[in-house]
């Protein structure tokens, strides 16, 4: 949040009560190109984070896929045994 001061050209930011020798439109507009680098910067940990999930579903996946083949050999074993 903004506020105005006496001096012209110059307003004090409420959040961190700095004063800021700029433009107010200038201002809403570093604000805006932060807020959206934040953002892009969110969505790539959310991808990377994603990622890693996928890799550890994958890995799952042959794990349970060699178990599986695993337990069809044994039971192939099992049944010409009992054969």
């Given amino acids: 949040m903004l506020a105005k ?3 012209l050209g110059i307003v ?3 959040n961190n009560n700095a004063l800021l020798a700029n433009d ?3 201002l809403h507009s570093h604000r805006e190109e932060h807020r959206k680098k934040i953002e892009i910067h969110n969505k790539l940990n959310d991808i990377n984070i994603m990622k890693e999930q ?3 579903c994958l890995s799952l ?3 349970i896929t060699e178990i599986r083949q695993l337990l069809q050999d044994h ?3 099992d049944n ?3 054969a």
């Fill in 54 to 56: 996928i890799q550890q």
């Fill in 24 to 26: 107010i439109t200038m």
């Fill in 75 to 77: 039971i192939e074993r």
């Fill in 61 to 63: 996946r042959d794990e």
């Fill in 5 to 7: 001061t006496d001096k």
């Fill in 80 to 82: 010409k045994w009992q």
């Fill in 12 to 14: 004090r930011d409420l």
